[in-house]
C-alpha cells in the first residue's frame, strides 16, 4: 500500500514557476514508476510525466504540452517525486495529480495508488 500527498500548488502569474511534490508513504516507493496528471472539472484526467524507478534508468516522459517546461524527478531517500513547472500558462491550470504504479505508462487507469490533488491556477 502506497499514500500518497500532494503540495506545492497555488497560484501563480502566466510565465511564473511552481514546483510540485508528492510525499509517499511506505518503503517500496523506489520500486514505482511515479507519475504527474491533471484534470479540468468536466475532462477527462490527463497525462503531464512520469519518472521509472532508478534502477530502470529514472528514465523521463512528458506530454507534449508541458515538455520544454516541467521538469519531474524524485528523490528515494525522500520518498517524494517533485515536478517542476516553468513557464507556466492559463491552460495548464488545473488538479495535478501524483500516481504510482508497477509499470510505465501513460494511462491513469493503470496507475496503482493516487493522492488527493493539488489546485494550481495560473493567471493571465
Known amino acids: 500500500q502506497v499514500q500518497l500527498l500532494e503540495s506545492g500548488g497555488g497560484a501563480v502569474q502566466a510565465g511564473g514557476s511552481l514546483r510540485l511534490s508528492c510525499a509517499a508513504s511506505?518503503?517500496?516507493?523506489?520500486?514505482?514508476?511515479m507519475g504527474w496528471f491533471r484534470q479540468v472539472p468536466g475532462l477527462e484526467r490527463e497525462f503531464v510525466a512520469t519518472?521509472?524507478?532508478?534502477?530502470?534508468?529514472?528514465?523521463?516522459s512528458y506530454a507534449n504540452s508541458v515538455k520544454g517546461r516541467f521538469t519531474i524527478s524524485r528523490d528515494n531517500a525522500k520518498n517524494t517525486v517533485y515536478l517542476q513547472m516553468d513557464s507556466l500558462k492559463p491552460e495548464d491550470t488545473a488538479v495535478y495529480y501524483c500516481?504510482?504504479?508497477?509499470?510505465?505508462?501513460?494511462?491513469?487507469?493503470?496507475?496503482?495508488?493516487w493522492g488527493q490533488g493539488t489546485q494550481v491556477t495560473v493567471s493571465s
Open positions: 519518472i521509472t524507478t532508478i534502477l530502470n534508468g529514472a528514465r523521463t
Open positions: 500516481a504510482a504504479a508497477k509499470f510505465r505508462s501513460t494511462t491513469p487507469s493503470e496507475f496503482d495508488y
Open positions: 511506505g518503503r517500496t516507493f523506489s520500486s514505482y514508476v
